[in-house]
């Protein structure tokens, strides 16, 4: 057909109109989906307009150590995601963010590079849409990649300018403004969609915790060139920015251009370098914005970037948070970080952080519980200080029984042993548990998942037992494992009447050919993903079938790493003489260990033995009786028997204590008389476990006598301004907090007795010095007095009746710094010299305004009750 050259160009026009249309519908389409912040700051879905609500972790595999330590090992980095994105979907995440290490897929110049590390990301996220996660970007780090291992030589804009630079010069900038517009435009492969249009992508954080330090003018300036190099990519997601970090310029922030505000939150600091112990509700009962009244504040989105409570190994404390954050407003939350599974076991990406579902799993409930109530609570609703506000919502928090709930007539979910009874559980639709509840019965120390599938179906899903063989915060290396997992068979009781007493249990995931009936409600359970039935039920669901995010037949873990025995046990640092003593140890075996005896030196040269009692899951214990507990040195060792082996503990040597050529050394208690002294602090043994705020000028200085040592903290200034926060509140205050509660436990029995509180030590620099010491018990309320002690090394004592209510210094100190410095309980509670656990020590209060900006200097060398 001919077709002339006029109905050419109305055809054109014709076809121009339709694309033009089709691309402006398609355009309104994606606006329509792309989540919107609302004149109230209130971030919500184009769609439906309802409020938005995400959690979920940072992870880094694609990059930097993770991705450098799984070619080390020759792993698939493409498994390992989908092993550990499964694992997100059981804990219930929806959200994924990170900082891209820039410096791996940029070049100087800012150009995006498709190499292996923006494959794998592109795959990661791809992988997570599949489960329905979301995900909120930033773009640019400005680390560099080497971190804990030394730098690598990386072709990125950051590795050539560094941080600050990249701040304030003119081609660094430039570079950025080009790395932002390409990475917006970047199409991920495996879902043909740029980032800029993909409709799970929340929202962008330009950058990772900036730290500006010039003007607000040039901050303002800095910002809005980043801004506007997104926008001309034509995103219409909400842009926000990191205002936690030198927030004297938050006007400067908010007059740039963004969308929304981010924060971090570490209550308690990073790197303290070993498990911290006490009760750390206080450091999260609330998260106070200083600037939350600006009305520019009010108006932008806000979300939570990275948060931990770093360097704690125990599950009461992120349901705590997620309630802070929706008090303060807050509507998404990433925790920081999750370890790789296939490095978890040495946790060497960030040693002051660990979680992991397989390796850390209580600690993992704990997060998904904190999820739920991040979805659940509302915004800005106030639940009271601690210790009031344990109990928020359906869920529940315990300090002294370590333990996270969430109760609901359908769901059922908890971090530790409980007594607690679900109020229907005939409703009952997901369990999941640690331990032991009214509804099931474990010894292993994995978790597991139950979940019901239809009437008279569940699907339960058992990880492999969980056993920290070292401290997972400590000084770490991938040839130091901190953890390790057993495939252990453990009895199961399931009380659910929808079940029955008579369930059938079949095993459905790759391999398990495991087919038993229940007895009684038990039956006996190892690792993997089983369909459960009533007695007169039939499954009428393919175990592959696709349930909800997952299928049913999914499951993953690393298999058993326990080659060798451990038996774990830490003596205690002294007993008084008591009448009868229980010794526990945690003993871990490749098979079931055949015999755990003690060998224990009573009034003869030669060891007696006693057996100890298998109790639950991995512990032993047995109770010594009166004969040994007097005063003197307890010795003793703990010998396990294991495939035709007897080894023995503390120094792990093949044998008994009683063969002519055993070697070994034993534990060791000193056992002291009643009424002797109880030392709470030791700065010859404890100085290194301080929580405290680092100084230059402080040391451990060893004494003439052997054994002894004194601290010596010089404070040239109780008040510094902090850069990040120069408008901060003026507090003159330097403390320190040492928990005790572990090196006193032999000791409890004497408390009662106790009548004063006394210190051993010196002021520096030939100026006497005042001195608060306080006594902070289990509810966090602290009870001192003030002291003045004199240039020569000697006692001073408080009379514990004198003891007044003083503020509670948040401690370690929690990060950003604008967060609370003091603690006030809801509720005062009367001095209970039986309820203290920890010993705070503050240089500032009691001294003279006039004296607040000299230096101050004290040496101690111990403190003690008595």
């Known amino acids: 057909m001919k077709v002339n050259s006029e109905e050419r160009r109305k055809y054109q026009i014709v076809v121009a109109f339709f694309l033009f249309f089709i691309t402006v519908l398609s355009a309104h389409a994606q606006k329509s989906n792309d989540v919107y912040v609302d004149k109230n700051g209130i971030m919500r879905w184009g769609k439906t307009n309802e409020e938005v609500h995400a959690f979920g972790v940072n992870y880094t595999v694609p990059f930097a150590h993770g991705y450098r330590a799984a070619k080390k090992k020759n792993i698939s980095l493409e498994k390992a995601i989908d092993d550990d994105v499964y694992h997100f979907a059981r804990l219930g995440f929806d959200l994924y963010r990170v900082h891209v290490w820039d410096c791996e897929i940029s070049d100087s110049v800012g150009n995006i590079l498709n190499n292996e590390h923006l494959k794998l990301f592109d795959y990661m996220l791809k992988k997570m849409k599949d489960r329905g996660m979301k995900f909120m970007l930033t773009p640019i780090a400005y680390w560099p990649n080497g971190y804990p291992e030394p730098e690598e030589k990386t072709p990125g804009f950051a590795t050539k300018y560094g941080k600050d630079t990249c701040l304030t010069n003119e081609d660094a900038i430039k570079a950025q403004e080009n790395y932002l517009f390409q990475f917006l435009n970047h199409v991920n492969p495996y879902t043909g969609i740029a980032y800029k249009n993909d409709p799970d992508i929340i929202a962008f954080e330009i950058s990772n915790e900036p730290h500006h330090q ?93 948060f931990d409570a770093a360097d704690i190994g125990r599950s009461y404390i992120y349901p705590a948070m997620a309630r802070s954050f929706r008090e303060a407003g807050l509507q998404i939350a990433t925790h920081f970080a999750y370890d790789p599974t296939y490095m978890a076991d040495v946790n060497t990406e960030y040693n002051t952080h660990y979680m ?152 459905i995931n790759e391999g398990n050919m495991y087919w038993v009936t229940a007895s009684g409600k038990t039956f006996a359970i190892t690792p993997g993903t089983y369909l459960l039935t009533g007695e007169n039920t039939a499954a009428k669901i393919s175990p592959a079938a696709r349930w909800k995010n997952i299928n049913l037949n999914e499951f993953v873990a690393p298999r058993s790493s326990v080659d060798k025995v451990y038996t774990l046990h830490k003596p205690l640092a002294q007993l008084s003489e008591v009448s009868t003593w229980t010794l526990q140890a945690t003993v871990v075996t490749p098979t079931p260990a055949h015999a755990v005896e ?55 040597v093949e044998g008994k204590p009683a063969d002519w050529d055993f070697y070994g050394e034993p534990f060791v208690i000193p056992v002291t008389a009643k009424k002797t002294a109880i030392y709470l602090f030791d700065a010859a043994t404890d100085a290194s476990d301080l929580s405290r705020q680092w100084l230059r000028s402080s040391m451990v200085v060893p004494l003439a006598e052997p054994g002894k040592a004194e601290l010596q903290v010089n404070v040239n200034r109780l008040f510094e301004i902090d850069p990040e926060n120069k408008n901060a509140e003026v507090i003159h205050d330097y403390s320190m907090r040492y928990f005790f509660g572990d090196k006193i436990s032999g000791l409890k029995s004497g408390l ?103 230096k101050h200097g004290i040496a101690i060398e111990s403190i003690r009750v008595e």
């Open 356 to 507: 992991n579902l397989v390796y850390a799993p209580q600690k993992a409930l704990s997060l998904k519980i904190a999820g739920e109530v991040f979805h659940r609570l509302p915004l800005y609703k106030n639940y009271g200080s601690y210790p009031a506000n344990t109990s928020f919502g359906d869920f529940k928090v315990s300090y002294e029984k370590d333990l996270a709930e969430m109760v609901t007539e359908r769901e059922f979910i908890y971090t530790n042993h409980t007594t607690t009874t679900p109020p229907a559980a005939e409703k009952l639709q997901e369990i999941a548990g640690w331990g032991n509840s009214p509804v099931i019965k474990y010894q292993g120390t994995g978790a597991y998942f139950l979940d019901r599938i239809d009437a008279g179906v569940w699907r339960l899903e058992v990880l492999p037992d969980a056993v920290w063989v070292n401290d997972p915060f400590g000084q770490n290396s991938p040839r130091k494992k901190v953890a390790v997992v057993n495939w252990r068979e453990w009895p199961m009781t399931i009380n659910l009447s929808d079940l029955g007493a008579n369930f059938k249990v079949k095993g």
């Open 752 to 854: 009662p007795q106790a009548k004063k509180l006394v210190f051993r030590g010196r002021a520096l620099n030939e100026n006497p010095c005042k001195l608060q010491l306080a006594l902070v018990m289990k509810d966090g309320s602290a009870y001192g007095g003030v002291i003045t002690v004199g240039v020569d090394a000697t006692e001073y004592s408080i009379n514990l009746s004198e003891l007044q209510n003083v503020k509670l210094v948040t401690l370690p100190r929690p990060y950003p710094g604008f967060l609370p410095y003091f603690f006030k309980p809801s509720a005062l509670c009367d001095f209970d010299i039986t309820a203290v656990e920890s010993l705070q020590i503050s240089v500032g209060p009691g001294i003279a305004v006039s004296e607040l900006q000299s």
């Open 214 to 306: 010039e003007a607000a003018e040039k901050v303002t300036a800095f910002i809005s060139r980043m801004v506007k190099s997104m926008k001309k990519t034509g995103c219409g997601k909400p842009i926000f920015y990191n205002i936690s970090h030198s927030i004297h310029l938050a006007d400067a922030y908010f007059d740039a251009g963004i969308q929304g505000g981010t924060f971090q939150w570490y209550p308690t600091g990073l790197g303290s370098g070993h498990e911290l112990g006490g009760n750390l509700l206080p450091n999260v009962d609330r998260y106070s914005i200083p600037f939350a009244n600006n009305p520019k504040f009010k108006k932008t989105g806000k979300l939570v970037y990275e």
């Open 598 to 652: 003690v060998y224990i030196y009573g009034s003869g040269w030669r060891p007696e033995v006693l057996p100890m009692e298998h109790v639950t899951g991995y512990t032993y214990s047995v109770t010594l009786p009166e004969k040994f507990v007097k005063v003197g040195m307890l010795r003793y060792f703990i010998a396990v028997k294991s495939n035709d082996v007897c080894t023995t503990y503390p120094s792990a």
